[in-house]
């Protein structure tokens, strides 16, 4: 089994910035991917953007060049920095890891709001 705890979410103004942490503990795979979903009101949930334990990176289009994934792997922590947020990243942000299996953290919310 693998827990997964994230921290970081809240309001913020549009243009503004958060920084989203997330801790995994447990039984984990070496070479794992670690990334970040997203589900808004309303909607299905979505990729965000995800990272291999060897640094590759995979990002929506929609966040390119506004966010970004990062991890350590000596801590099995993956970060997602963002700057630029706008009221479209209004969102429920979960934390995931594909280690063995497909685990899920409880999700943090992200309102981008004036």
């Known amino acids: 089994q693998v827990q997964l705890m994230e921290s970081g979410g809240g309001l913020v103004q549009p243009g503004g910035s958060l920084r989203l942490s997330c801790a995994a503990s447990?039984?984990?795979?070496?070479?794992?991917?670690m990334g970040w979903y997203r589900q808004p009101p309303g909607k299905q949930r979505e990729l965000v953007a995800s990272i291999t334990f060897s640094g590759y990176t995979n990002y929506a289009d929609s966040v390119k060049g506004r966010f970004a994934i990062g991890r350590d792997n000596a801590k099995n922590t993956v970060y997602l920095q963002m700057n630029s947020l706008k009221p479209e990243d209004t969102a429920n942000y979960y934390c995931?890891?594909?280690?063995?299996?497909?685990?899920w953290g409880q999700g943090t919310q992200v309102t981008v709001s004036s």
């Open positions: 447990g039984n984990i795979f070496r070479f794992n991917t």
């Open positions: 995931n890891i594909k280690s063995g299996g497909d685990y």
